[in-house]
């Protein structure tokens, strides 16, 4: 009988992300670290959890976050002592998704998610068009206040720094151009593309983990004016 492995809740990267030594040699070794290993390291090393409260956060048992840690730091100290290359995947078979790791120190407890919208019910498929932004800030997956923002004069750059100016941590939206995908990255902010319809069952569905980022920039704008 096939055992079914259990899955476990990690924040996800913005891309994968390889480290390599400064001085490399043909056919360079590499380690690869999973993404739960990575977020039972991120949890207790990095944001200073306990092992029992990394165990709750990833919903798994204290045994695993220990062998996860293991694992994980093992094939750290191995890469270092034998120059071999860091590859830190980014592969979510088994993992359910919670909000985005984007390796950054100022990690944020609230998180402040913009959808963009026209009639305050629904994303705007449309994102450089939107008459407003819906912004929820969220605390421990409880939504603590709700408001909605006109949206400033579209014009190439705006409004990756207006909503960085509001502290936006996520951006749900239908599309939008690579351009506007780097500029809100630089903000710090997460993207979330494909998004359609209800705005709460959106965010409901991001919140639980169960809403990923579907497609792929529009190549045929330069802004983030795409509606595609």
């Known amino acids: 009988m096939t055992r079914v492995r259990k899955k476990r809740y990690c924040r996800r990267l913005d891309n994968g992300k390889v480290y390599k030594p400064h001085?490399?040699?043909?056919?360079?070794?590499?380690?690869?670290?999973?993404?739960?290993?990575?977020?039972?390291?991120?949890?207790?090393d990095h944001e200073d959890y306990s092992q029992v409260d990394a165990s709750k956060e990833m919903e798994v048992s204290r045994a695993t976050i220990q062998r996860l840690l293991k694992s994980g730091r093992f094939k750290v100290i191995?890469?270092?002592?034998?120059?071999?290359?860091?590859?830190?995947?980014?592969?979510?078979?088994?993992?359910?998704?919670?909000?985005?790791?984007?390796?950054?120190?100022?990690?944020?407890?609230?998180?402040?998610?913009?959808?963009?919208?026209?009639?305050?019910e629904r994303v705007?498929?449309?994102?450089?068009?939107?008459?407003?932004?819906?912004?929820?800030?969220v605390k421990e997956g409880k939504v603590l206040k709700k408001e909605f923002v006109q949206a400033p004069p579209h014009a190439p750059g705006v409004l990756p720094r207006f909503?960085?100016?509001?502290?936006?941590?996520?951006?749900?939206?239908?599309?939008?151009?690579?351009?506007?995908?780097?500029?809100?990255?630089?903000?710090?902010?997460?993207?979330?593309?494909?998004?359609?319809?209800?705005?709460?069952?959106?965010?409901?569905?991001?919140l639980g983990g169960e809403l990923e980022s579907e497609g792929s920039a529009c190549d045929h704008h330069h802004d983030e004016s795409c509606s595609h």
Do not use: W
Not at 91 to 106: A, D, R
Not at 124 to 137: M, N, Y
């Open 163 to 206: 909503l960085g100016e509001l502290n936006a941590s996520t951006i749900i939206t239908g599309g939008m151009g690579q351009m506007a995908i780097n500029l809100f990255k630089e903000q710090g902010i997460e993207v979330i593309l494909g998004a359609r319809g209800s705005i709460i069952e959106n965010l409901n569905e991001y």
């Open 23 to 44: 001085t490399l040699v043909n056919n360079q070794e590499e380690v690869y670290i999973e993404l739960d290993e990575f977020e039972a390291i991120r949890l207790c």
């Open 124 to 137: 705007d498929e449309h994102f450089g068009h939107c008459k407003s932004f819906a912004i929820f800030t």
């Open 78 to 120: 191995d890469a270092l002592l034998h120059y071999k290359v860091i590859n830190v995947k980014n592969e979510t078979h088994n993992i359910k998704l919670k909000g985005e790791n984007n390796m950054k120190t100022n990690f944020k407890d609230e998180l402040r998610i913009a959808f963009p919208t026209s009639d305050e």
